[in-house]
């Protein structure tokens, strides 16, 4: 083959030296060129520009549905811990019992009461005319506080006993049915309206015998 390029190039007036390597061997054409495919390129193209969002889509709908699940039940807990006057490491809803926490505190917690209630379910006003007698909580006593949300029409009654130097208890919460609270409300009435107390007191005697049943246990 190299004789007869060689012979050609005599033939022809063409230098020896102008017959190169890449003459003698020419390059075979990009392997990605020679296979091009223009439907291929624009699929794979298209597959790029569509996985990126299908998949944010995918994931946004798997949050929102994780949210969706947990919103009623632990946005109202959030609601209701807020409201509390003091901090607890815990509170969870009590099975069996409608809008009934447990919570419990790593310390005791000094704050002075509304009323005490004793063993019997007997409730007694704490602040009187009179300075209480004491100012820490017995452990065969409930110290009981009150709370009104008239914003949220909310009523929190919470209990707090004492056990080994800490304390801990239950919040009753009466909630009226609004539009924020279409789940959580059990009142079809105001709470917060005081003119409706002694609806609010009984629906709390009602409510609160779990703290009674809790005292007695404790102090057998």
């Known amino acids: 083959m190299m004789e007869c390029l060689i012979s050609s190039a005599k033939k022809n ?15 075979l054409p990009n392997k990605e060129k ?13 597959n790029k520009q569509m996985k990126s969002p299908i998949f944010y889509i995918l994931a946004f709908a798997l949050c929102s549905c ?3 699940r947990t919103t009623t039940s632990d946005k109202f807990a959030k609601d209701v811990r807020r409201d509390l006057p003091f901090k ?9 019992h409608d809008n009934t926490y447990s919570f419990r505190s790593d310390a005791y917690i000094g704050l ?48 707090r006993l004492i056990q080994n130097g800490r304390t801990f208890g239950y919040v009753y919460v009466l909630q009226s049915e609004t539009a ?3 789940d959580s409300g059990t009142f079809h009435w105001d709470v917060s309206n005081p003119k409706l107390l ?8 009602g409510m609160s015998e779990l703290s009674v049943e809790t005292l007695n246990a404790l102090t057998k």
């Open 112 to 159: 002075l009461p509304d009323y005490e209630v004793d063993s019997e379910g007997a409730s007694m006003i704490y602040q009187t005319t009179f300075s209480p007698t004491h100012h820490t909580q017995p452990s065969n006593i409930i110290w009981r506080n009150i709370v009104i949300n008239k914003r949220d029409k909310r009523v929190l009654c919470i209990d």
């Open 180 to 182: 924020r609270y279409s």
């Open 198 to 205: 002694l609806n609010v007191s009984d629906a709390i005697e």
């Open 88 to 96: 607890v490491s815990e509170l969870k809803a009590v099975s069996g």
């Open 13 to 27: 007036n063409i230098a020896l030296s102008s017959i190169t390597q890449d003459t003698i061997r020419p390059r």
């Open 34 to 46: 020679f296979f091009h495919c223009p439907d291929c390129q624009s699929g794979k193209q298209q």
């Open 66 to 68: 994780a949210v969706q």
